[in-house]
């Protein structure tokens, strides 16, 4: 009879881990299609690239500004269907965005999807940690690796379903968002049920072994660390199909494929990077991800068509590696506090993305799009940071 009940108990768990890695990858791919359709909103509405990263601004800031205080205020006023709402702002931003019939549309329709994003990421980590069963690399990685799927079929849909239909069959993709909201909905009685406001949440709770001003040190590291990797990640995301175009004259649909590949090799790198820290400790994953991909980023602006393409891969793998090693990382040097770290960092990562893409935006009108790669491949030598991190695992070991 015990060995059913676990064998149920483990069921349920496998189960919120699929569903969760399912709805980020539903969430993510509708996130996608806002940098899939750049160039097709370019034209429509006769953007400039200071203008195109202003709605990756608009959509990344309002995410990382709100994903801190939701974690926050989750953390001690558990929600369980919060994340079936926060689909809800994602569903009707994406039916204005399908609508917009001007720039400050498109910018509000930006901002919806990014609310949603807001109250996804928390609350999807703290669940993914309950449910992890200790292995808290292999169960952030499983629950990322979701978004980055999500991310890389964006812009393939968005190459044969919106690009030859136009702006307007955005509004198809609303019937993804019901789904999400259909299961997020479920997972959320699974989360109510956990009692996590009592002996659940009680468990998680640890003290942390090193000083304050090593653990506001360490959470500075971290905190750089990201923006090395956002800022470089932000000139593939926003700006790879126009340099691409530019640099190769190749066509839109098949700059969409090289970005899909890219975003597909990320997905890989997110899924390998999880266990791999699991194993091996988070910090190696960390100094591997940022520094390791410097030879390939700093390569990548004098490579032909084909080498770009084979170099973009690489780094993808590489440099996705490092964010769950890095979000496990910063939830174990401050302990009980889940939806607070993990609001923060992708908050963070969302917020220096879309700071990223802006900042990029103007340096590309007033250079060139070749100029902010040759610029973003020296941002990885921030890696070496790493260095000054303390051993998390070693410490909570002796």
Not at 178 to 207: D, F, P, S
Not at 294 to 299: C, G, M, W
Not at 324 to 341: D, F, H, K, N, W
Request: proline share 4%.
């Amino acid at each position: 009879m015990g060995s059913a009940t676990k064998n149920v108990k483990e069921g349920a768990v496998v189960a919120v881990l699929l569903g969760l890695s399912f709805c980020h990858m539903l969430n993510d791919m509708l996130q996608s299609l806002i940098l899939a359709i750049y160039p097709l909103l370019k034209e429509s509405f006769h953007l400039d690239f200071g203008q195109i990263g202003l709605i990756t601004l608009v959509f990344q800031m309002t995410a990382s500004l709100l994903q801190p205080l939701i974690g926050h205020y989750t953390d001690k006023n558990p929600k369980p269907y919060a994340l079936a709402v926060g689909m809800g702002f994602t569903l009707t931003g994406l039916l204005l965005l399908a609508s917009a019939s001007s720039f400050p549309a498109v910018l509000l329709a930006a901002a919806m999807v990014g609310m949603g994003s807001s109250i996804f990421h928390p609350e999807s980590s703290r669940i993914a940690r309950l449910a992890s069963g200790g292995q808290h690399g292999f169960a952030q990685s499983f629950f990322q690796v979701g978004g980055n799927l999500g991310t890389s079929i964006g812009p393939l849909l968005a190459a044969f379903i919106i690009v030859p239909r136009g702006q307007g069959s955005i509004a198809w993709f609303s019937l993804a968002a019901l789904l999400a909201m259909i299961v997020l909905a479920n997972i959320g009685g699974w989360y109510k049920r956990q009692h996590i406001t009592g002996k659940t949440r009680a468990k998680e709770v640890t003290h942390s072994t090193l000083s304050r001003r090593k653990i506001i040190l360490s959470i500075a590291i971290l905190i750089i660390l990201i923006f090395s990797k956002m800022f470089y990640l932000s000139s593939i995301n926003s700006y790879y199909m126009f340099y691409l175009i530019n640099k190769f004259h190749i066509s839109l649909q098949s700059a969409q494929i090289h970005l899909f590949i890219f975003l597909g090799a990320v997905a890989a790198g997110t899924l390998a990077g999880g266990p791999i820290g699991d194993r091996i400790g988070r910090k190696y994953v960390i100094w591997g991800s940022i520094l390791g991909v410097l030879p390939f980023t700093l390569a990548l602006p004098y490579a032909d068509l084909f080498w770009t393409g084979v170099l973009s891969a690489i780094i993808g793998v590489i440099l996705a590696s490092a964010f769950s090693a890095i979000l496990v990382y910063a939830t174990e040097l401050v302990p009980g506090r889940v939806g607070m770290i993990a609001g923060l960092f992708f908050g963070l990562a969302f917020g220096m993305a879309g700071i990223g893409a802006a900042v990029l935006g103007k340096l590309a009108d007033v250079t060139s799009i070749d100029t902010v790669y040759h610029i973003c491949s020296f941002l990885p030598l921030i890696g070496l940071l790493t260095g000054f991190l303390p051993n998390v695992e070693k410490r909570r070991h002796e």
